[in-house]
């Protein structure tokens, strides 16, 4: 597609239920992040995958965030037992072989009950 | 650690220059970013310089980089209503690799 695309725009779950972010990265371009965007806590990064390398898991929060990606594209983000504090916007960037500058997607708004 | 840091809040007039300051901690930073971000809507590239160059423009926009006082500042010419966003600095090691953002500056243009 022509940007990156992140579904669902918006999710609303209980507490302690899984949820599941996904992202379509830019055709062609290698490398994909995870950003989450919260009040009082500006940008965190979460993730950041590169081609085949390990992904660089530095930014997870806790072992309830895990993310995959397959075949090299599409990503999904797992949250699992979700708490109040994991309410937040989900941001998805990919660039080109890591060496350009990020392009990011809309978001999903996660709002935890 | 790395830090980026921003002022919250600027208001200007429309047609006014806006002027967007921002620090930075991190002397190996070797990109620096300018990112728009309007509500509901995830955050757009404006510009990006590298740390050898001190200056650059693009059509309304002006980077201005001060490496040795590790300061950044984004000017909008000619504000515009559309102009009203939150802006983001954000710093990184290699292009592409993971950002560091600041805190934001929220940019209300006043008619």
């Known amino acids: 597609g022509a940007g990156v695309s992140q579904s669902p725009s918006n999710k609303v779950t209980e507490k302690g239920k899984d949820v599941e972010l996904r992202c379509d990265p830019i055709?062609?371009?290698?490398?994909l992040y995870w950003y989450r965007q919260s009040l009082g806590q500006g940008l965190e990064f979460l993730i950041y995958?590169?081609?085949?390398?390990?992904?660089?898991k530095s930014g997870l929060p806790s072992d309830r965030f895990s993310a995959e990606r397959t075949g090299g594209s599409v990503s999904t983000l797992t949250i699992q037992r979700t708490q109040q504090e994991d309410s937040a916007v989900y941001l998805c960037?990919?660039?080109?072989?890591?060496?350009?500058?990020?392009?990011f997607g809309n978001g999903t708004r996660l709002t935890v009950t | 650690g790395e830090d980026v840091e921003q002022s919250l809040f600027l208001s200007v007039r429309e047609g006014d220059s806006s002027v967007i300051n921002c620090t930075y901690t991190?002397?190996?930073?070797?990109?620096l970013y300018w990112y728009k971000q309007e509500p509901g809507a995830g955050l757009q590239l404006l510009t990006y310089?590298?740390?050898?160059?001190d200056m650059k423009q693009d059509q309304r926009l002006t980077v201005l980089l001060n490496k040795k006082d590790k300061h950044l500042s984004l000017r909008i010419a000619d504000t515009q209503t559309g102009d009203s966003a939150i802006y983001f600095c954000?710093?990184?090691?290699?292009?592409?690799?993971?950002?560091?953002f600041g805190g934001g500056t929220r940019v209300l243009v006043k008619p």
């Open positions: 991190d002397s190996s930073s070797t990109y």
């Open positions: 954000a710093e990184s090691m290699t292009a592409g690799n993971k950002l560091t």
């Open positions: 310089i590298f740390s050898n160059m």
């Open positions: 055709s062609g371009h290698t490398a």
């Open positions: 960037a990919s660039s080109l072989r890591g060496q350009s500058p990020l392009h």
């Open positions: 995958f590169q081609g085949n390398s390990a992904p660089d």
